[in-house]
């Protein structure tokens, strides 16, 4: 079960989300609530929370701040933010809290969706890596075998640039666009993130986000699993690859994940589209 933490001083807006969530994902996840940054830094604590979404602008203790807090004890907790527009400026401080996504208000659910299950394949894979290693040192029996490394964590991008003047914002956002299409054109297959691309493009987080979501009307996430999934059903027109095969090739190594994925975006499994398709030519 996934411990999910909401962070938000809207009591609706938080009832909201809670909904969406247990509605999604069922007994799959528990979810836990705060009205403030201070409150959320407590439940943090208590529940040993891997999720947490917060709202930026909150009483006393804000979103950054809350995040920053678990950050600089926890780098794994996969953190996730909602945003406004005009609050960007004020989330160029959340570069060094290396957040998984920014969804922006009202969130779109089936982005919040997408971001989730990331969360939760990273999750999974983090727990997987470390009984490989608890199995490698009971096999060796030794005690003294040498820590996994780290990996890499980007450790954030040169100050977010000022908002392009209006004359230059399509010019602007015309490049963004092409620029992160092309990268995601060729990296699909391999694991990428937000930040790899923000740092590619010598953005903040934040601000990338912001001028992502102005050029392609969705959050990096949503993005690039709808692009995977695109890929996806050109390969499974292709009788000669199999579902874990089509997987692997468009970024996902695990199969039930790649299902999953799969289904969330398009309504059914990889087998029965394959099926629809046949049954098209036919």
């Known amino acids: 079960m996934y411990r999910i933490l909401i962070a938000d001083d809207e009591q609706i807006e938080r009832r909201v989300l809670r909904q969406t969530l247990e509605e999604s994902f069922g007994d799959q996840c528990e979810v836990f ?5 201070r409150e959320a ?5 208590k529940e040993n929370i891997p999720i947490a ?3 930026i602008e909150m009483p006393g203790i804000n979103g950054i701040d809350a995040a920053a807090a678990i950050r600089a004890k926890d780098k794994e907790c996969c953190i996730i933010f909602l945003t406004a527009f005009d609050e960007f400026s004020y989330a160029r401080r959340a570069i060094s809290v290396r957040a998984l996504d920014y969804l922006l208000k009202p969130f779109d659910e089936q982005e ?11 999750i999974d894979e983090r727990e997987w890596r470390r ?17 996994p490394q780290e990996t ?18 399509n010019i602007r956002l015309s490049k963004v666009a092409e620029e992160v299409h092309s990268y995601i054109q060729k990296n699909y297959s391999q694991e990428i993130s937000m930040q790899d691309v923000a740092r590619k493009m010598n953005y903040s987080e934040a601000y990338f986000c912001k001028l992502f979501k102005q050029s392609f009307g969705k959050n990096f996430t949503a993005y690039l699993t709808e692009y995977r999934v695109s890929e996806a059903k050109k390969l499974l027109a292709e009788p000669t690859f199999n579902v874990k095969e089509i997987g692997k090739c468009v970024g996902y190594n695990d199969s ?14 990889p087998t029965e589209y394959r099926n629809i398709i046949y049954q098209q030519k036919s």
């Open 41 to 45: 830094l407590e439940v943090y604590e």
């Open 53 to 55: 979404i917060f709202d």
């Open 256 to 269: 039930n994940y790649f299902t999953k994925v799969f289904r969330r975006v398009t309504g059914y499994n």
């Open 152 to 169: 890499s964590q980007p450790q954030g991008t040169p100050p977010a640039q000022e908002m392009p003047q209006e004359e230059t914002e």
């Open 112 to 122: 919040l969706m997408l971001v989730l299950e990331e969360a939760m394949r990273q």
């Open 131 to 147: 009984k490989q290693w608890e199995k490698l040192e009971l096999t060796e029996g030794t005690q003294g075998a040498p820590q």
């Open 33 to 37: 609530e705060a009205e403030n940054g």
